[in-house]
């Protein structure tokens, strides 16, 4: 096996310019909705959601499956969504207030998450298939884990991956104390293309499965072979991100910024590795993007700051 180590430049090359136009494509994710209450104030969020609002930056159509409340903080969370560039078109109402998560964040600015449960994203329905496989298809479905503990998010989640035919699946771990199991994320591992974590939950993953983890590389290979993914990912914060996709193993540094908080800098990273995965980038291109918007996203405020494809290394005219 390779190291899997970059020169610096090769680290930090994104695509060229030169190179052919963006296809379009069609994004869904399905998940949570709410509100963070961060200590300056709330903030909409909820992990693929976040991803999904990050992939319509890059020129993406986005829908995203949820549920609201019947309440304010609903009907300012359609608002927000919207406002973001994603479509409210499958964002149902039920009779459950609208979810919130209370953060706060450390000195280092890393965020606690405390969830209020029930939330009305608890009791989302199946999708209509038609919906989602309107205007061509889907290029890449979306999905986490803390929606998932619910036998009807997870019905749900199962036929979308279906009507999606062979769009990948990505799967951000984003584990929460008390809010998975080791059964669930073998289940949306198994049912998933690529995987994305970070360091700590590579540990923990690697422990609760038996996994190779005594490198990055090795554990991605373990894991691939386990679950029989393409591709693993794991981020290290300010030491950059590994990715192992289709056999190639590759390692890049993150960009070295002026932390805010990191609240979203994962599902930033994340939304960059899903694009990649659409446009069919080399793995060392996938990183040079993802690691640049999550290091942006770190140097901002809030989990989705405004940010431009310029800001990643892209042209602004990408998409046919």
Not at 88 to 109: F, K, L, M, Y
Not at 252 to 272: C, E, L, N
Request: glycine share 10%; aromatic share 6%.
């Amino acid at each position: 096996m390779t190291s899997g180590r970059l020169s610096p430049a090769a680290r930090q090359k994104p695509p060229s310019a030169a190179a052919p136009p963006d296809r379009a494509c069609t994004v869904v994710g399905i998940g949570e909705l709410l509100w963070d209450l961060l200590p300056d104030g709330p903030r909409l969020g909820g992990a693929p959601f976040n991803v999904i609002a990050h992939l319509a930056r890059f020129g993406c159509r986005a829908r995203y499956i949820t549920a609201v409340g019947r309440d304010e903080l609903g009907r300012r969370a359609t608002a927000e969504v919207g406002r973001l560039g994603v479509a409210t078109t499958e964002i149902q109402v039920n009779e459950q207030p609208t979810g919130v998560a209370r953060v706060s964040v450390d000195a280092e600015g890393s965020p606690e998450f405390e969830i209020v449960t029930p939330a009305a994203y608890e009791a989302t329905e199946a999708p209509d298939r038609r919906a989602v496989i309107a205007d061509g298809g889907v290029d890449l479905v979306v999905v986490g884990t803390l929606a998932q503990r619910f036998p009807g998010v997870r019905s749900a989640t199962r036929q979308l991956v279906d009507s999606a035919d062979d769009a990948p699946v990505l799967y951000d771990v984003n584990l929460r104390p008390g809010c998975w199991s080791t059964e669930l994320v073998g289940g949306l591992m198994a049912s998933a293309n690529v995987v994305k974590m970070n360091a700590d939950e590579q540990a923990v993953l690697a422990f609760e499965f038996g996994l190779a983890s005594s490198t990055i590389e090795l554990f991605a290979r373990a894991a691939c072979d386990r679950f029989t993914l393409r591709g693993v990912c794991v981020t290290r914060g300010p030491s950059g991100a590994a990715l192992l996709l289709d056999d190639v193993y590759r390692e890049a540094p993150a960009p070295r910024v002026d932390v805010v908080d990191t609240v979203g800098a994962g599902d930033a990273f994340a939304a960059g590795l899903g694009y990649g995965l659409i446009q069919s980038w080399t793995v060392s291109e996938i990183l040079s993007v993802a690691t640049r918007l999550g290091a942006l996203v770190a140097s901002r405020p809030g989990a989705i700051p405004a940010w431009d494809r310029a800001d990643v290394g892209l042209p602004q005219a990408g998409l046919s």
